[in-house]
């Protein structure tokens, strides 16, 4: 069922869990994706980074992801994730995304309130719901390679507060991508984060490698909802070298791999729905 992104996120904060937010890169992860809700009983939120649009044309992926969440037997809110541009963000709200990210991260702080109060204002006209980003989350999502630069609080409450966003991502010391050594998150800044800005969700990006204690402790002072992407692609890649390590002179079968690529990232989906529901 297509669901608003706030009442997702809502219902996660009264349930003290948090939703898994999925990236999708192709019909094999969609399907293996809404599987993996639908057995667990449990919302999702698929997304799709701008950055993604050279190996995932927006046009061809948006009427999927939009099939797949009307028919879907759970909540499913539909999100562009990491959009830079107002002129992609007008692209996915036209092609019925119901929420968008701006990354207005790189920005000096008072930008970024002023450019994502503008999109707000903007998509709440048409309906759809906006999440805000605040500080460096580390890693090559939104292009080249970032340091991890954890937000301050002041700037964290303020475009919390002025820009109108549903959702706020914060820059706690994660990292897109694989993480190198151990993920060191602020929990103590996540924490005033949250009294500070009372029911306003928080979002944490780059969960791939975050240790499952770690995610529970997030969810616990606030975190409304996890960002999944390199896990899921991991799943994708690795079930197609599983599936030509077993060929052994075989004749090729584009359905087989179709299969053991649903398989993995419905397996990978499945654990991180366990984690999420604390």
Known sequence: MFCPFPRILQDALIDKRAVGAFNVGNMEMLIGIIKAAEDKNTPVILQIAEKRFTHSPLE?????????????????????DHGCSLFNIRRAMD?????????????PIEQNIEQTASI????????????????VVGGAEGGADRMANCASLEDIV?????????????AIGNAHGHYKGK??????????AHEALDHLPL???????????????????GIAKINIAT???????????????TLNGKELSYFDLNEKIIENVYKCTCDHIEIFKV
């Open 95 to 107: 092609l019925n995304f119901n929420t968008v990210m701006y990354d207005g991260s790189e920005l």
């Open 120 to 135: 707000v204002k903007e998509a709440h006209k048409r309906g759809v719901a906006v999440e805000a980003e605040i500080g």
């Open 158 to 170: 303020s475009l919390g507060k002025k820009s109108g966003a549903d959702a706020l991502a914060v």
């Open 203 to 221: 979002v944490l990006h780059g969960g791939t490698g975050i240790s499952p204690e770690d995610f529970k402790k997030a969810i616990g002072l």
């Open 183 to 192: 993920p060191q998150l602020n929990f103590d800044l996540l924490r005033q």
């Open 60 to 80: 061809f992926i948006a009427p999927m992801l939009h099939a797949a969440a009307m028919r879907a037997k759970v909540d499913v809110a539909l999100e562009l």
């Open 231 to 245: 896990a899921n692609f991991d799943a994708t890649a690795s079930a197609a070298f599983t599936y030509a390590d």
